[in-house]
């Protein structure tokens, strides 16, 4: 059971170029999310998934899109790269339970980005 | 809208000594609050969270955390502190509506327990 995962780990963009990180989650969870952690804010969503098939913007979309396709991966793409979206990006997963109250989300190693 | 903050960016204890991370919220209604925890190069690992019930919750690794409604706070302890806990912790609130459904994080606080 590897849990989440994500590809690649580290990665060095050019201004203007494009890329698409995967997430993997071996848990069966229904929910997926794909978060930015940037020095003194926290983390902040991108955006998520309530399902295979669904997505929904969070608090900083612009710039991003998404896809799941099958459950168990939600790909993160950039079309065009800029210097403000050097960050750590952290993909995650929760069960999706009907209160979401009690879904507690399991975090990926993270990938760490960097536009020049 | 939904808020936390974490008033220190550092928080430094000596090994053997009770520590506390401080967090306090802002939501609507009954809150759902989470502590995580980030050790270097590594993402974040649940530590513990409050549903409901007793305002005392016991998590992962000693970690306990006590809710306080009157004061909106939730703040992190453990009764005695060791040097392998020196990490990122992030408190994260849950409200139950729209996009208040989604977990809001703060800002972080690095703890460093000194041998």
């Known amino acids: 059971n590897a849990g989440v995962t994500q590809t690649p780990k580290f990665r060095v963009l050019k201004t203007g170029q494009s890329m698409t990180l995967l997430c993997a989650q071996d848990m069966n969870h229904e929910y997926m999310y794909w978060y930015r952690q940037d020095p003194g804010m926290g983390l902040r969503l991108i955006h998520y998934?309530?399902?295979?098939?669904?997505?929904a913007k969070g608090e900083v979309p612009d710039g991003y899109n998404v896809s799941r396709l099958k459950k168990q991966n939600f790909l993160l793409g950039l079309e065009s790269a800029a210097p403000s979206q050097t960050s750590v990006y952290f993909c995650?997963?929760?069960?999706?339970?009907?209160?979401?109250?009690?879904?507690?989300?399991?975090f990926g190693p993270g990938t760490r980005l960097t536009v020049l | 809208a939904q808020s936390v903050a974490q008033p220190e960016d550092q928080v430094n204890v000596a090994e053997g000594n009770p520590l506390t991370v401080k967090c306090t919220y802002s939501v609507s209604g009954n809150p759902y609050l989470f502590w995580y925890v980030q050790y270097p190069n590594r993402g974040l690992q649940f530590l513990l969270k409050y549903i409901t019930g007793d305002n005392l919750v016991k998590g992962s690794y000693g970690f306990e955390a006590e809710f306080n409604k009157s004061q909106t706070s939730f703040h992190l302890k453990k009764p005695s502190a060791l040097v392998s806990d020196s990490a990122l912790y992030f408190c994260a609130v849950r409200g139950l509506s729209g996009s208040a459904r989604q977990l809001t994080f703060g800002s972080g606080t690095q703890l460093t327990v000194l041998p």
């Open positions: 998934s309530v399902g295979e098939g669904t997505t």
């Open positions: 995650a997963s929760s069960y999706g339970s009907g209160n979401l109250g009690t879904d507690t989300q399991y």
